[in-house]
């Protein structure tokens, strides 16, 4: 077979492809693996999902706190609020720790 000026043009393009391929899921998800790169991913954005809902219950509850001191409500309401917060916000320590632990043993950076 002999090899014309477009079959190593293909063959250029092929590898050129390849390579590129390679540089991005080396670069972007720490492997080459597309089942890994996907699994890791998941893996992320479930954890950051975890993170966010925990942020949005904490703002419900400074919200409920705000109102409960607000109509002068029982000194109980507000201790339970109160505890409710830093519970949350001992939870958002714990996630953020955990994202960032993620993030460091997959080898990608944060967003």
């Known amino acids: 077979m002999v090899e014309t000026r477009e079959t190593t043009m293909g063959y250029f393009v092929f590898f ?7 540089y991005v899921m080396k670069n972007y998800f720490n492997t080459v693996v597309p089942t890994r790169a996907l699994r890791e991913e998941r893996e992320r954005n479930k954890m950051e999902d975890r993170y966010h809902e925990a942020h949005q219950r904490r703002e ?3 919200q409920h706190l705000a109102w409960a001191k607000s109509r002068k409500a029982g000194n109980e309401e507000v201790t339970r609020l109160q505890k409710c917060v830093e519970k949350t916000d001992a939870e958002i320590d714990d ?16 967003r």
Request: charged fraction near 15%.
């Open 60 to 62: 419900h509850f400074v």
């Open 16 to 22: 050129t492809a390849v390579i590129v391929y390679l």
């Open 95 to 110: 996630l953020e720790e955990q994202v960032n632990h993620l993030y460091k043993e997959h080898g990608v950076s944060a």
